[in-house]
């Protein structure tokens, strides 16, 4: 899979190519997945319904439904973080329930999380600080990463010396250290203004064109999801199941280009109608 992108020239050559050799298992599986949680007043809330989607090695597969619908419940799936009711989710082929290496998966969330008293080189090696390797190896590691999103300069800057887009680009760095198959992002650049989300929606198709990381990305943002993904979920409302699964072959880029905006209106349209399905059921 090739995206054209406006940053700089393709890299691909140093930087290393994760896809696994000879095999055509998806990166990230869910079959049949469901899941319940306690709600508050302790009834059952039923958020998954027999869920199923893959994630193929080098892509990256945008999630979209209404709020509440169990988007981020999917990622916290994905990540190990909880277990399904029913269903399984393999990663890399392995059932997450099994012991398993979770540094083949990084996690970027929504606030960016960076730790205030640490310069931004220490808050990205700080995801390589649980396993055994030697402080200056994750240093050096974290600083190349921060060369890899284009803030090799600001390595020493406290988070508070650097602008949104930039601390946002400290928390894909580190998302990105400890050099992942996959990378699940849970709407990173909603709290960013239009253009530095632009910048931000650039950056990660020039890395994941560079290293070949398989994304599954949440997103309310219907045109992010447009210009991004290689394959859209629409969810339906909770319980949410697979209401459509899309491939989108658009060449990049597609910011703007008719076929973008077709079918960011379609999808817009389908989300809407399932808001109005739901109000009145
Ligand atoms: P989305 O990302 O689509 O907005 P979420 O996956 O965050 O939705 O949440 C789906 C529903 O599950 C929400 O009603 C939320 O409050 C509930 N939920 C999520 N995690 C938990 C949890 N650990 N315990 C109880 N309820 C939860």
Same mark, same amino acid.
């Given at each position: 899979?090739?995206?054209?992108?406006?940053?700089?020239?393709?890299?691909?050559? @140093?930087?290393?190519?994760?896809?696994?050799?000879?095999?055509?298992?998806?990166?990230?599986?869910?079959?049949?997945?469901?899941?319940?949680?306690?709600?508050?007043?302790?009834?059952?809330?039923?958020?998954?319904?027999?869920?199923?989607?893959?994630?193929?090695?080098?892509?990256?597969?945008?999630?979209?439904g209404p709020s509440g619908a169990g988007k981020s419940? #999917?990622?916290?799936?994905?990540?190990?973080?909880?277990?399904?009711?029913?269903?399984?989710?393999?990663?890399?082929?392995?059932?997450?329930?099994?012991?398993?290496?979770?540094?083949?998966?990084?996690?970027?969330?929504?606030?960016?999380?960076?730790? %205030?008293?640490?310069?931004?080189?220490?808050?990205?090696?700080?995801?390589?600080?649980?396993?055994?390797?030697?402080?200056?190896?994750?240093?050096?590691?974290?600083?190349?990463? #921060?060369?890899?999103?284009?803030?090799?300069?600001?390595?020493?800057?406290?988070?508070?010396?650097?602008?949104?887009?930039?601390?946002?680009?400290?928390?894909?760095?580190?998302?990105?250290?400890?050099?992942?198959?996959?990378?699940?992002?849970?709407?990173?650049?909603?709290?960013?203004?239009?253009?530095?989300?632009?910048?931000?929606?650039?950056?990660? #198709?020039? @890395?994941?064109?560079?290293?070949?990381?398989? @994304?599954?990305?949440?997103?309310h943002?219907?045109?992010?999801?447009?210009?991004?993904?290689?394959?859209?979920?629409?969810?339906?409302p909770r319980?949410?199941?697979?209401?459509?699964?899309? %491939?989108?072959? @658009?060449?990049?880029?597609?910011?703007?280009?008719?076929?973008?905006?077709? #079918?960011?209106?379609?999808?817009?349209?389908?989300l809407?109608?399932?808001t109005?399905?739901?109000?009145?059921?």
């Amino acid at each position: 899979m090739t995206h054209a992108n406006d940053i700089g020239t393709r890299t691909g050559a @140093i930087a290393p190519d994760l896809r696994p050799a000879g095999t055509s298992q998806p990166a990230l599986s869910f079959q049949n997945v469901s899941k319940e949680f306690a709600a508050a007043d302790g009834t059952r809330l039923e958020v998954l319904r027999g869920v199923s989607f893959d994630v193929p090695v080098g892509e990256i597969v945008a999630i979209i439904g209404p709020s509440g619908a169990g988007k981020s419940t #999917l990622l916290n799936l994905a990540a190990g973080l909880i277990a399904p009711d029913r269903g399984s989710i393999k990663v890399m082929g392995q059932d997450t329930r099994s012991p398993m290496d979770w540094r083949c998966v990084g996690y970027m969330f929504q606030d960016d999380r960076l730790l %205030p008293w640490r310069i931004a080189v220490r808050n990205v090696a700080l995801a390589l600080e649980v396993g055994a390797m030697p402080a200056a190896e994750r240093l050096r590691r974290a600083q190349d990463a #921060l060369e890899l999103v284009g803030l090799g300069q600001f390595a020493n800057a406290y988070p508070h010396e650097l602008s949104g887009g930039m601390r946002s680009r400290v928390a894909l760095a580190r998302s990105l250290v400890g050099e992942p198959r996959i990378l699940l992002m849970d709407e990173p650049f909603s709290r960013l203004d239009a253009q530095t989300r632009g910048s931000m929606q650039r950056e990660v #198709l020039r @890395i994941q064109d560079m290293r070949h990381v398989s @994304i599954l990305f949440v997103t309310h943002d219907v045109e992010e999801a447009v210009i991004l993904a290689d394959r859209i979920v629409l969810l339906s409302p909770r319980p949410a199941r697979v209401r459509r699964n899309i %491939p989108v072959s @658009i060449p990049q880029p597609r910011i703007g280009t008719g076929a973008a905006v077709a #079918l960011t209106a379609e999808l817009r349209a389908s989300l809407e109608a399932d808001t109005i399905e739901e109000i009145s059921a």
